[in-house]
């Protein structure tokens, strides 16, 4: 079956502006885990969702960033007022119920000269 | 807190030659530990897990890896190396008492030389 997508794959912006990240999980997944992966590092947490709400988003790591899930199934990843030190692979999981396997997406490059 | 140190960010094998990545974790309480491969404009894909049960564990691609507790660590290896294991390995851990996220090490590239 499909996996994980996220669009766009590759993202360029300037500073200060907004951008979106989406991403579709695997079908029935009903959890949604974004991080983000800067150069030469591994990918850190950024927030969680079980369905519709956000289990936890303690990575966040200000209030530029903000996700959602409406329905419980595609999440948008939203940064406010970018600036370059965002530039970095922005990954996406999904995991079913009870699952501690996360099944990642490609990741979009973002890039914010 | 929790982390995960992998130790060596880029490894060199000969074809054919042990594969050996090193992960060491640190918590009071062993976490779920896992393996993750990423190839070069590619998801990161897993290889292999470890949660309960038997501490030697075997992933795709003819990778293993064993869970030590009394080194806090989870070593990756594979008995010989071929050119498509050419890619970034990431060791990542899931604290069994706090919740579902991941905690990452930074990776370790490997590279293949024929």
């Known amino acids: 079956g499909a996996g994980v997508s996220q669009t766009p794959s590759n993202k360029v912006t300037e500073k200060g502006k907004y951008v979106e990240l989406r991403c579709d999980p695997i079908s029935g997944h009903t959890a949604l885990y974004w991080y983000r992966q800067s150069l030469g590092q591994g990918p850190e947490f950024l927030i969680y969702?079980?369905?519709?709400?956000?289990?936890?988003d303690s990575g966040l790591p200000n209030d530029r960033f903000f996700a959602v899930r409406p329905e419980g199934s595609v999440s948008t990843l939203k940064i406010q007022r970018t600036e370059r030190g965002d530039s970095a692979v922005y990954l996406c999981a999904s995991s079913s119920t009870g699952s501690d396997t996360q099944y990642f997406g490609p990741g979009t490059r973002l890039t914010v000269l | 807190a929790q982390s995960v140190t992998q130790l060596g960010s880029h490894v060199s094998v000969s074809e054919g030659a042990l594969v050996l990545l090193r992960c060491n974790y640190s918590?009071?309480?062993?976490?779920?530990l896992f393996w993750y491969v990423q190839y070069p404009n590619q998801g990161l894909q897993l290889l292999l897990k470890y949660t309960t049960g038997a501490t030697l564990v075997k992933g795709i691609n003819g990778f293993e890896a064993e869970f030590k507790k009394s080194e806090t660590s989870f070593h990756l290896t594979k008995p010989s190396a071929h050119m498509s294991d050419a890619a970034e390995y990431f060791c990542?851990?899931?604290?069994?008492?706090?919740?579902?996220?991941?905690?990452f090490g930074t990776g370790t590239s490997l590279t293949v030389i024929p």
């Open positions: 990542a851990v899931i604290p069994t008492n706090t919740g579902n996220q991941f905690y």
């Open positions: 918590s009071s309480v062993p976490p779920y």
């Open positions: 969702f079980q369905g519709t709400g956000a289990a936890d």
